[in-house]
């Protein structure tokens, strides 16, 4: 089948290209362990030929990015769009970036704009990458959407099935710190991290967490308290701290009465939001792990980069 489009989810650690079909789909898959912070130099074009040079000769298609690729450090800083923020307003937003491309008519990629928004406290909040799939995952009006991470997002979508307004909570990076730059990772084994997930100590982690998510510098000590006292051990600490940690945002991030959620992710860090949203009594569904790759492809057939 002949090939539409190159699209590229280029990230901080990793860069994933898909030469997509007509409809969307999928006919090859590459990745790169050359994300944005690994580029040499700012030679961003130089790694993507060497990634994708031969589909651009045998096809030249249009090339589209998202993710941080398009941020401060990326190749080209693309603009934040303010929510509200519809994918036909992204769509007249690409930023066009030029380089050397082995044939002619392929050395422009189009980048995806990132969106911001402020807060209650007048406070600035951005994403990029997400964005894109979230259009990627097509939700119904009024979804919510979180997606963990290091950086984890909720993203409450208005009746029209748009950006309203989102949420950052930085609970992977501070699991992160505190497990191996703080006191409290002093009494953890984290060696068997992920290996022996001890669920009941997790979710009595999400509890307090939930419960005292409103003092959480004072409710994270517990993380240490809990071990002096010999109630938990070096390897169920860990689990315990990352309940506390995701406990400590479902509460923060529940301003309204939320029933249900839908969760974009992978792995274990994705099952364990499923299982605290589960012990909270909150519902979830499980959003298509291509939600990126399809978001790329709506964003280009909206800029007219495709025909259908």
């Known amino acids: 089948m002949t090939a539409q489009l190159i699209a590229l989810d280029w990230g901080t650690s990793n860069l994933r290209a898909n030469l997509l079909d007509p409809y969307g789909h999928s006919l090859e898959q590459r990745q790169s362990a050359m994300g944005v912070m690994k580029v040499p130099n700012g030679e961003f074009g130089s790694v993507l030929v060497e ?5 651009m000769q045998a096809h030249r298609v249009p090339l589209i990015a998202s993710g941080m690729v398009g941020s401060r450090q990326g190749w080209k800083e693309a603009p934040y769009l303010s929510c509200p923020a519809t994918l036909k307003q992204a769509a007249l937003h690409l930023t066009e970036v030029q380089f050397d491309a082995p044939v002619a008519g392929t050395n422009c990629v189009y980048i995806a704009p990132g969106l911001k928004c402020i807060d209650e406290h007048a406070q600035t909040d951005v994403m990029r990458g997400e964005e894109t799939q979230i259009w990627g995952a097509q939700l119904p009006p009024s979804s919510i959407c979180v997606l963990p991470g290091t950086h984890s997002k909720w993203i409450w979508l208005d009746a029209a099935g748009d950006f309203q307004n989102f949420k950052t909570f930085m609970t992977g990076e501070m699991y992160s710190l505190l497990t191996q730059h703080s006191i409290l990772g002093r009494l953890m084994d984290i060696s068997e991290t992920g290996a022996s997930f001890k669920l009941e100590v997790f979710l009595r982690g999400v509890s307090l967490g939930v419960s005292g998510h409103a003092e959480v510098l004072h409710t994270l000590f517990a993380a240490r308290t809990t071990g002096l006292m010999g109630h938990l051990n070096a390897i169920e600490l860990p689990d315990f701290l990352s309940g506390i940690l995701i406990g400590a945002e479902i509460g923060s991030a529940r301003l309204h009465a939320v029933k249900q959620v839908h969760l974009l992710g992978e792995g ?41």
Not at 51 to 55: K, N, S
């Open 51 to 55: 990634l994708c040079g031969d589909w």
């Open 268 to 308: 274990s860090l994705c099952e364990r939001y499923a299982q605290a949203f589960q012990h909270q009594g909150i519902a979830f569904v499980h959003v298509s792990e291509q939600a990126t790759t399809k978001g790329q492809w709506l964003l280009a057939r909206a800029a007219g980069l495709v025909k259908v």
